[in-house]
């Protein structure tokens, strides 16, 4: 491993961005080269720590040589390394993506939108890396204000949804905040390992409950946990369709992994488990977001907003594998986290290619459109499938594991509820395709291009196209790895007493 | 006269309590744009006076400067006699993450209020209506 990788994972973005600015006073289309270089970058070094994790276990990298309690230490195990891969080769897939899209939807912000686009990239990579609480909410905020400006570039209605996500993103890192106080105050420490072992023979302080509480809830506004997911719907469709991808396919799930790290390594399973009945009301209030993200995403007609309220589900599946506190349960929320990115990112995408060659995003204007875009269609196709959980793809082995979780701690309903939103994505997604491969075309659309019934192929050019293949190749293929990402990666994330 | 000496002893965090709620409130239920970012102002705030409390110290603890530094400083430094300067610390930066967020905030202000022409989110919202309606 290079000595400096993990810290030079959150920095070369991190200097990257103002760099990038001076780049673009010079020449605008070296941005686009400078952003994938740099973000290349990122995924090597990522690739190389998760292979250092692998082989050689935790690092442990102190910032400046200073002892981890006085110090900022940067904790890596098996769970950083490996989403740490996740949002790197995701920001450089859609950053290749970008170009084109980017040109055409903003065409005189090409250079502020990689900027921006670099320091939300550094955020997400240093709230994976960070073994400090305090640390984190930082990182959590450069995150969290880059996506604010990046969602307010979007349409025109942007700039409201953005605000709504402001005004609740600091409520959840106020709250976030708090927590670290409280935790601060009863154990004089901000480091997580040192929290971990000091914390065990307070639990039954009420400081030390409040700060989980209010750590939970701040995190919980952050990922879009039902009931607080209200700024989710609204930011993730009128955001750029670059945007829109790279937010949705990351950012919830780097909440998720802080609510694991918070859980399971701050606190021992034993306290958010046993102690509290933290698990039973995430475990509902998961059952909760499932049913009603996907009933919320069958009344819509708009193809981002409708993946948007699948992500609340999304969400509620990772929540409920954590709730059940077992070793399939866990395992399968891990799987999850990277699957759902990968069929997130698949899916919003190809909406993107969609908008970008026809200008519309409502799904009542795909009919025939197969025809027209065969590929992205195609991806589209299999990310949907993924979502619902048909075998061959990497949906199916994540709920095969949050379902047997749920089973294991005997939870029916939860188990049930799985199945049943499973099968209301079915509803969602079979409406659409069957729309697009055997919808008959009324809308005037298309009866300027080429008479009635034979539509010209017009594909999305080559550099959309390829992210999105590269995605749903990845949807068709993980699957098929899952068994080793689980037995190399994700069963050394589980955490002791499971 | 219990009540009294707990009001009188822990006055400071009762007022980042009552100010938290403030600001909380004027976030959910006030219908003006600017007024919710303010109330965001203060609950941040609110948070900065609660770090800051948990710093000092009983008995005539004093700011963490050393009176004769570098190389001078023979004396064996007594941490009672000073407050614990890493909450202040903490707070500087969590002063930069809401100075930024206040600008982006406003930043946003000015976009809305370019579209709509009022800031108002009752107006706003029939204006987004009607859109919805043509």
Redesign the interface.
């Known amino acids: 491993m290079i000595e400096n990788a993990p810290a030079l994972i959150v920095i070369l973005p991190l200097i990257a961005a103002p760099v990038n600015l001076i780049i673009g006073l010079w020449r605008k289309d070296l941005c686009y080269l400078f952003t994938v270089a740099t973000l290349s970058a990122c995924v090597l070094l990522s690739v190389d720590v998760l292979v250092t994790v692998i082989s050689n276990g935790v690092i442990t990298y102190k910032l400046g040589g200073w002892a981890p309690p006085w110090g900022i230490a940067y904790f890596i195990d098996h769970l950083n390394a490996f989403m740490l891969i996740i949002v790197s080769f995701i920001s450089l897939v859609v950053s290749v993506y970008s170009k084109k899209s980017i040109e055409k939807e903003l065409p005189d912000k090409v250079v502020h939108f990689y900027t921006v686009f670099l320091l939300l990239v550094s955020g997400l990579l240093g709230i994976l890396i960070t073994g400090d609480v305090f640390n984190l909410y930082v990182f959590l905020e450069i995150a969290s204000i880059a996506g604010y400006a990046l969602i307010a570039i979007g349409d025109d209605r942007a700039p409201l949804a953005s605000f709504n996500y402001v005004i609740m993103g600091t409520i959840g890192a106020c709250f976030y905040l708090l927590g670290v106080g409280y935790l601060y105050i009863s154990t004089g420490s901000l480091n997580m390992a040192d929290l971990s072992e000091l914390l065990p023979g307070m639990y039954n302080s009420r400081v030390v409950i409040g700060a989980f509480a209010f750590l939970m809830v701040g995190v919980a506004i952050k990922m879009a946990f039902f009931p607080l997911h209200k700024w989710l719907p609204d930011a993730y469709t009128h955001a750029p369709s670059t945007v829109s991808a790279f937010v949705a396919s990351t950012m919830t799930k780097v909440g998720a992994y802080v609510m694991i790290r918070i859980m399971f390594t701050v606190f021992k399973p034993y306290f958010s488990i046993e102690l509290i009945p933290a698990s039973a009301i995430l475990g509902w209030l998961a059952v909760a977001a499932m049913l009603f993200g996907c009933i919320r995403a069958i009344a819509q007609s708009d193809v981002k907003r409708m993946l948007s309220y699948i992500i609340i589900a999304e969400v509620g599946y990772i929540v409920m594998g954590l709730s059940v506190g077992n070793r399939m349960g866990f395992t399968g929320a891990v799987l999850h986290i990277l699957n759902d990115a990968v069929m997130m990112s698949c899916l919003f995408l190809s909406a993107g290619s969609i908008e970008y060659k026809t200008g519309t995003r409502s799904v009542h204007n795909f009919a025939q459109l197969y025809k027209k875009m065969p590929l992205t269609m195609a991806a589209f196709t299999i990310g949907g499938l993924s979502i619902v959980g048909i075998p061959p793809t990497c949906g199916f082995f994540s709920k095969w594991y949050l379902v047997l979780g749920a089973l294991e701690s005997q939870q029916w309903v939860f188990a049930a509820t799985l199945l049943i939103s499973s099968l209301l994505t079915a509803v969602i997604f079979f409406k659409v395709l069957v729309n697009v491969y055997f919808g008959s075309q009324s809308s005037a659309d298309f009866e300027s291009s080429s008479g009635h019934g034979t539509v010209v192929m017009d594909e999305a050019p080559l550099s959309m196209l390829l992210p999105t293949g590269i995605m749903a190749i990845g949807v068709l293929t993980l699957g098929f790895f899952s068994g080793k990402i689980i037995s190399n990666v994700i069963q050394f994330t589980v955490p002791g007493g499971f | 006269m219990e009540i009294m000496d707990f009001i009188i002893s822990k006055y400071n965090y009762l007022i980042y309590i009552i100010l938290m709620m403030i600001g ?1 409130y004027a ?1 959910i239920a006030k219908n003006n ?1 600017v007024k ?1 970012v303010v109330g ?1 102002n203060i ?2 705030t609110a ?1 900065i006076l ?2 800051v409390s ?1 710093a000092s110290k009983k008995g005539g603890a004093t700011i963490p400067i050393i009176q004769y530094g570098h190389g001078e400083a023979t004396d064996i430094i007594n941490t009672a006699q000073y407050i614990n300067p ?2 202040h610390v ?1 707070m500087l ?2 002063i930069v ?1 809401m100075v ?2 206040f600008g ?2 406003i ?3 000015i ?2 209020y370019r ?1 709509y022409n009022t800031l108002e989110e009752d107006e ?1 919202l029939n204006i ?1 209506k009607m859109e919805d309606g043509k």
């Open positions: 909380f976030m744009l919710k965001m609950f941040q948070i609660f770090f948990t890493l909450p903490l930066t969590a993450v930024s967020t982006v905030a930043a946003l202000l976009i809305i579209k706003i987004l």
